[in-house]
């Protein structure tokens, strides 16, 4: 099986492409493309949509993390990302969907929004890429990438506190999956690297780690992804970050 996976450097939906092939054991080559340039390159590749993950198997396109993950589980159902049981796996397939349309929106704009204010910050997320050319060289002239990429994705500083103000409930929702058992189990299915991607990216922030790390989610986001890219120094407004301290301490 040849397999071809495009993606970001510090993207948690490719993140999440990338652990399950993983999980799965199957090899692949992985290419990372510049934030910002990866809708139009994503669209010359002859994908259907300019987002990322973007996978070719042996020569067939398939992109969007909970599309892979069917399409791995399709190709080699051992080990498995979903379970046998079906109430199982509809509530696994439940939180996979809300992990990939909510939780991966509300990671995405606050990292975006945040990382943006914190230039010297970009060579972090670097840090595993593979690009094509200097890390360096890279971070330093990589703003109007990273201006062009808030702008793709709407990551306005009001998006932003709105966001924010989201997290703590879903923060909560991650940690009653967990106590429900359809994710954070001793097997890891497709929703638990669906969710623990954007945890994880939300842990490269200085700011929501200590919050995040003191919950339950923390511990599925180190488990599902050990290692991830990046390292956003303090830059979070206070005011922001109170309704989280105060669920943490919760």
């Known amino acids: 099986m040849k397999v071809r996976l495009y993606t970001l450097p510090a993207s948690h939906p490719g993140m999440t492409a990338k652990r399950m092939l993983e999980h799965k054991g199957i090899s692949y080559t992985r290419v990372d493309m510049l934030p910002g340039l990866s809708r139009y390159i994503v669209r010359a ?7 990322v993950p973007a996978m070719v198997i042996d020569g067939r396109r398939v992109q969007g993390s909970r599309t892979i993950a069917q399409e791995l589980e399709r190709l080699k159902p051992e080990p498995p990302l979903f379970p046998a049981d079906a109430d199982q796996r509809a509530a696994v397939v439940e939180v996979e969907r809300w992990g990939d349309v909510e939780l991966q929106d509300t990671a995405r704009k606050i990292m975006l929004w945040a990382a943006a204010r914190v230039p010297e910050a970009r060579l972090s997320y670097l840090e595993e890429a593979r690009i094509g050319l200097p ?12 201006s062009l990429a808030v702008r793709l994705n709407d990551a306005t500083e009001e998006n932003a506190r709105a966001a924010l103000a989201k997290l703590p409930a879903q923060l909560q929702r991650v940690d009653d999956e967990i106590a429900a058992g359809t994710i954070g189990g001793e097997k890891l299915n497709a929703a638990d690297y669906q969710v623990g991607a954007s945890m994880r990216l939300l842990l490269t922030s200085q700011d929501l780690r200590p919050m995040i790390d003191a919950r339950p989610a923390g511990e599925l986001a180190r488990r599902a992804v050990p290692s991830f890219a990046g390292d956003l120094p303090p830059t979070i407004p206070e005011s922001l970050l109170e309704p989280l301290r105060a669920t943490a301490a919760a």
Do not use: C, Q, Y
């Open 135 to 146: 890390h360096g060289v890279a971070a330093k002239t990589g703003g109007p990438l990273v």
């Open 45 to 51: 590749l002859r994908f259907n949509e300019g987002t």
